[in-house]
């Protein structure tokens, strides 16, 4: 397998910047909850075991519990999700793979039926973030584990 670079340092400047997003978004009108939830469908969409690896471990310190991460990728047939949790996890599959005719009408009816519009713009930007390091983590390989100690995330258990 050919080593990758380490992105972190070739760009300090932008992972900062997508960093500093992600302590926006932390701090939005978003809940942390549905947050974790929509990182974890993200990057499971996106096959971003570092970044999965990362959200399982976070969720799981926030207090998340380990059934509703196993059924998250079932979301739809599991009865373990608020209407609202439901809506912003559509939202999140049909932004992380945009259709080619856009997001549905039904889907966004779905979405503004549970979140108010600084919500809904929030959301976005949840998924944009996740999506963005789902990428990054992706191109370059980043180890799943790897930050466990900077981040404290060693704290979940789940070595």
């Known amino acids: 397998m050919t080593q990758r670079i380490d992105y972190q340092k070739q760009a300090p400047e932008l992972f900062n910047k997508l960093a500093a997003l992600n302590m926006a978004i932390n701090k939005s009108s978003i809940e942390e909850t549905i947050n974790h939830l929509v990182e974890i469908r993200a990057s499971q969409m996106n096959g971003c075991t570092f970044c999965l690896d990362m959200h399982i471990k976070q969720a799981t310190i926030g207090g998340e519990r380990p059934l509703r991460i196993h059924h998250l990728a079932a979301w739809r047939e599991s009865t373990l999700f608020s209407p609202r949790e439901r809506a912003a996890l559509a939202w999140t599959e049909a932004l992380t793979r945009l259709p080619s005719h856009g997001v549905s009408d039904k889907v966004y009816e779905q979405v503004r039926n549970e979140f108010s519009e600084k919500e809904i713009t929030d959301l976005t930007y949840a998924v944009m973030a996740i999506n963005a390091w789902n990428?990054?983590?992706?191109?370059?390989?980043?180890?799943?584990?790897?930050a466990d100690k900077a981040y404290g995330l060693d704290k979940a258990g789940l070595a």
């Open 135 to 146: 990428r990054i983590n992706i191109a370059f390989r980043a180890t799943p584990g790897t």
